[in-house]
């Protein structure tokens, strides 16, 4: 009988964690051959991720924060590879890991290598590849803003007390979306375009997104004067505009026109004027928990 192996491709950052050691070195005593690589710079992980599937790896594991699990995915399913992927969450928001269920601690993440790989959705946009969320408005303002140090003293809670400093600036922008049966514009204060739920630390944009059903969903929230008026008590209230916003599931939508309205991708600024966002199915073989949210046909 073969040693299953898998290779750990670990941000920079993340070299001295403790935690990630002891997982490494706790699932090669269950008889796993671990490999890990570290990035350095921008281009590692693509160039990590063509070495190990021509070394015959077909399980990778992506361990860091958002743009760590992006840039595998987004190199894994640009090689179009039937290998899989394990998420170990390892940054400040880890939006995608929690909306999807993945165990926080390295430990129990490297235990989803046991689990049955499923496809999932990937989305793209001007060549771009992303696993989460593509968002927009005051949101994407915050996120952009929010300092590392702040985020390595408050954590999650450092999106919130950014938001909370910056309300001077808050501004309505306006866009134009267009998709299949679907067209809306006006003025907005926030946009996802999600093949997961939440972004920018917690804020839960597109509830009811599935990482498997083929579809991106669409949430905008209008930006009425009686809206931006109250955004301070919303906010303080915790966040409770869910009824207010204008959501659609579509295999593709188009942003037309956007004045003044700064986009991420999975918290990474996004340049452009007209962007168009196509879902790609099952782009992605990932191993994630059998009873994940972001499944369909989970057991009940």
């Known amino acids: 009988m073969s040693t299953p192996k898998a290779l750990l491709i670990l941000h920079g950052k993340q070299a001295l964690n403790e ?33 190990a599937l021509a070394d015959g790896y077909t399980r990778l594991i992506a361990g860091g924060g958002d743009g760590t699990l992006r840039d595998v995915a987004e190199a894994m399913a640009r090689a179009k590879t039937e290998a899989s992927l394990v998420l170990m969450p390892l940054g400040t928001a880890n939006d995608f890991a929690r909306a999807a269920g993945v ?9 989803l290598l046991d689990v049955p790989a499923r496809a999932i959705d990937l989305g793209e946009v001007g060549g771009q590849i992303f696993l989460n969320m593509a968002t927009g408005g005051f949101g994407s303002q915050v996120t952009a803003n929010t300092s590392e140090d702040l985020k390595k003293v408050l954590g999650g809670a450092a999106y919130l007390f950014t938001g909370l ?5 808050l501004r309505a922008a306006y866009g134009e979306l267009q998709g299949p049966d679907f067209h809306w514009r006006g003025e907005l204060l926030a946009l996802g375009i999600g093949n997961g739920r939440q972004a920018g630390g917690g804020h839960v944009l597109c509830p009811d997104a599935l990482a498997d059903d083929g579809l991106l969903d669409i949430s905008i929230l209008p930006a009425p004067q009686e809206v931006v008026g109250t955004l301070r008590s ?34 990474e600024p996004l340049q452009g004027d007209d962007l168009h966002f ?23």
Do not use: Y
């Open 19 to 51: 935690e990630v050691r002891a997982a490494v070195q706790g699932k090669r005593e269950q008889g796993w051959e671990l490999a890990v690589r570290v990035t350095w710079e921008g281009g590692d992980a693509q160039r990590f991720v063509d070495q």
């Open 103 to 111: 165990p926080l601690e390295p430990e129990q993440a490297l235990d």
């Open 165 to 169: 400093s910056r309300f001077s600036e």
């Open 234 to 267: 919303l906010m303080t209230d915790g966040w409770g505009l869910d009824n207010m916003f204008v959501r659609a599931r579509l295999p593709w939508v188009e942003i037309k026109v956007a004045e003044g309205l700064a986009i991420n991708l999975d918290g």
């Open 278 to 300: 196509s879902a790609l199915p099952q782009a992605l073989r990932v191993h994630l928990p059998a009873d994940s949210p972001l499944l369909t046909n989970r057991p009940d």
